[in-house]
């Protein structure tokens, strides 16, 4: 297995959702920034070299709905020739986006990849829009629907 090497760490700052000067800002526009910035510190790094996009989002709905990672890529100007997937494992979405990019470059998928995370809780209501539970699972596995709060609140005990 090939050895992974983590070149640099970039996040945007932090807003305070729903009312902070960040309210406005689309998820993928931040995305797209911190790429930029990234890409702009590593000019070693040509935007074509990068073979993969991964990014994770906790509600992947509106505004960073379909394929965010995609939307970011093309907005930081990396080509449509690089992959790009948007995952979703909910408060653990953008972990598993740099994890799931370190794993492409070990088995090979991948030389060079970005992973991380993106979300905005000011455009978004909390659970997202219309939520739409299935009876079944309501009745047979109604844990399936609680929220990261309650489950963190679970594991501690």
Do not use: W
């Not at 394929?67 to 990396?78: H, K, V």
């Not at 494992?89 to 060079?112: K, N, P, T, W, Y």
Request: glycine share 8%; with cysteine; hydrophobic share 45%.
């Amino acid at each position: 297995m090939r050895e992974v090497v983590i070149v640099d760490a970039l996040r945007t700052a932090v807003g305070k959702a729903p009312r902070g000067t960040l309210k406005d800002a689309r998820p993928d526009d931040l995305a797209a920034a911190v790429m930029k910035e990234l890409l702009a510190r590593h000019t070693e790094v040509a935007p074509a070299e990068i073979e993969d996009v991964v990014i994770g989002c906790a509600t992947p709905e509106a505004q960073q709905g379909m394929n965010m990672a995609r939307q970011a890529a093309l907005l930081a100007g990396i080509p449509n020739t690089a992959s790009a997937l948007t995952i979703n494992r909910f408060c653990s979405s953008g972990l598993q986006a740099i994890a799931q990019a370190a794993e492409h470059i070990m088995v090979g998928a991948a030389d060079v990849a970005i992973g991380g995370g993106a979300e905005s809780m000011s455009m978004l209501p909390m659970g997202g829009y219309n939520l739409s539970p299935n009876p079944t699972l309501v009745d047979v596995y109604p844990d399936t629907y609680l929220n990261m709060g309650l489950t963190a609140e679970n594991l501690a005990r």
